[in-house]
């Protein structure tokens, strides 16, 4: 569950296995590469509907071509980062297909998905690892995200059932 940005400016180097978790690193180690907050910095399971859709496939074949990012065809726009072509590319998307309301922007998937964690019973600090928040409170602040462990994330995010979209993305 990460941000738009996030995703964006992803190096392949980034995808990795942890404890056999395949998980993607959020991180600035790479001069290009920026963070929202110090919570941002962190690990997540990638979901097994994305690896399903050919994800994984996809990584291989942009590391086999030589490049280095995992989205070599978005190019850094100044403040905007790299994934401003894909806010766009997604509004008029939504557009074509004659979704109207203004509120309905890319950032919408992620609320939805947040959304979803809560109603699927996932607990708070590991909601709050998965996508990159800061603690909410004196108490959350002494919980340790970082050593919740990769599997125990998976576990939480793999509570978002993605059966329908991939079924119809694969036909």
Partial sequence: MCRREEAGQLYVKDISQVDGVTCMHITNDEKD??????????????????????????????????????????TRKGNNGYADPVGKWFSRLVTSVGLDDPR?????????GITKLHSAGVPVNMVEHLVGHSAGNVHEQYVHKELISIKTLRDGLERLVYSDVVRVLRT
């Fill in 104 to 112: 309905l922007v890319i950032h919408s998937l992620r609320h939805g």
């Fill in 33 to 74: 590469q920026t963070l929202k907050n110090d919570g941002s910095k962190r690990r997540i399971p990638i979901h097994s509907s994305l690896i399903q859709l050919g994800f994984l496939d996809y990584v291989a074949l942009i590391k086999k071509e030589g490049h280095a990012r995992v989205f070599p065809q978005l």
